[in-house]
């Protein structure tokens, strides 16, 4: 059983609110409380002393970090090992799933330039974390390694790990896909050099012109320059709308 026992009220509440959020079964005592035989778990606030049962296992949640310390809860009463996996299906928008052992804790579908953050702040306090990335949708996927530097990266073939998406689970496969991801060992990378293809080239200039108020592809250069990671497409715009010529440049003039 998971014991809640703190007199830090944003502790409290926070775990509280992150234990019924997930339906698991808790109690909480006052801490000086008799302790309840079938307790396995304590969480406390960090830095709090309370006397706790030796065979109790003890857990410090921080007040601004609730998850973080109700997912090394559930780990330790599951029996995993604790290490933390971050799995990502690379795309304009990844699935990311987190693992805690074999327990998937929580999972993402957002902007690539979102990844990094993401990342820094679950492998935080983690233990042995690792990050494994799928090997498709190349261009995005060496930019994330490339920004990725606190902690070790490992490349896995993506192949086969989008699984089949029955009736009401369209949206779910990118995340699905990085759950499968994070539980496939990799070959670890540190950097990923990619030499954009014609086509991949041609779908950032195509990606261009739809973003663009004056229906205007950018340049191929400033299109491998996205590629590589050096500029967004809005800032290619922005660039290749100051080097264009004003609209009147070149008329004759008649006055």
């Given at each position: 059983?998971?014991?809640?026992?703190?007199?830090?009220?944003?502790?409290?509440?926070?775990?509280?609110?992150?234990?019924?959020?997930?339906?698991?079964?808790?109690?909480?005592?006052?801490?000086?409380?008799?302790?309840?035989?079938?307790?396995?778990?304590?969480?406390?606030?960090?830095?709090?002393?309370?006397?706790?049962?030796?065979?109790?296992?003890?857990?410090?949640?921080?007040?601004?970090?609730?998850?973080?310390?109700?997912?090394?809860?559930?780990?330790?009463?599951?029996?995993?090992?604790?290490?933390?996996?971050?799995?990502?299906?690379?795309?304009?928008?990844?699935?990311?799933?987190?693992l805690h052992g074999d327990m998937v804790v929580a999972a993402f579908q957002v902007?690539?330039?979102?990844?990094?953050?993401?990342?820094?702040?679950?492998?935080?306090?983690?233990?042995?974390?690792?990050?494994?990335?799928?090997?498709?949708?190349?261009?995005?996927?060496?930019?994330?390694?490339?920004?990725?530097?606190?902690?070790?990266?490992?490349?896995?073939?993506?192949?086969?790990?989008?699984?089949?998406?029955?009736?009401?689970?369209?949206?779910?496969?990118?995340?699905?896909?990085?759950?499968?991801?994070?539980?496939?060992?990799?070959?670890?990378?540190?950097?990923?050099?990619?030499?954009?293809?014609?086509?991949?080239?041609?779908?950032?200039?195509?990606?261009?012109?739809?973003?663009?108020?004056?229906?205007?592809?950018?340049?191929?250069?400033?299109?491998?320059?996205?590629?590589?990671?050096?500029?967004?497409?809005?800032?290619?715009?922005?660039?290749?709308?100051?080097?264009?010529?004003?609209?009147?440049?070149?008329?004759?003039?008649?006055?």
């Amino acid at each position: 059983m998971i014991v809640v026992a703190t007199e830090d009220f944003e502790v409290y509440h926070g775990v509280v609110n992150e234990l019924r959020d997930r339906g698991v079964e808790f109690t909480t005592i006052e801490p000086g409380d008799e302790w309840p035989e079938e307790a396995d778990v304590a969480v406390i606030a960090a830095g709090e002393s309370v006397e706790i049962p030796d065979s109790v296992d003890v857990v410090q949640a921080d007040p601004d970090a609730p998850r973080r310390a109700v997912e090394t809860v559930i780990s330790a009463l599951r029996g995993g090992d604790g290490r933390t996996v971050i799995g990502i299906d690379p795309g304009e928008r990844p699935g990311v799933a987190i693992l805690h052992g074999d327990m998937v804790v929580a999972a993402f579908q957002v902007p690539a330039a979102d990844i990094t953050e993401i990342v820094r702040e679950e492998v935080e306090d983690a233990v042995d974390p690792v990050v494994r990335i799928g090997d498709g949708a190349r261009l995005v996927g060496a930019r994330i390694i490339d920004e990725i530097q606190s902690v070790p990266v490992e490349l896995v073939d993506e192949t086969g790990t989008t699984p089949y998406l029955g009736s009401g689970a369209r949206g779910m496969g990118d995340v699905l896909a990085a759950v499968n991801i994070a539980r496939l060992d990799g070959e670890e990378i540190e950097s990923r050099t990619i030499e954009p293809t014609t086509g991949e080239l041609q779908k950032i200039k195509d990606r261009s012109r739809e973003a663009s108020e004056t229906n205007r592809a950018i340049s191929e250069d400033l299109a491998r320059q996205v590629a590589t990671g050096t500029l967004t497409v809005e800032e290619a715009l922005a660039e290749h709308d100051s080097d264009s010529p004003t609209a009147d440049e070149g008329e004759p003039d008649n006055g």
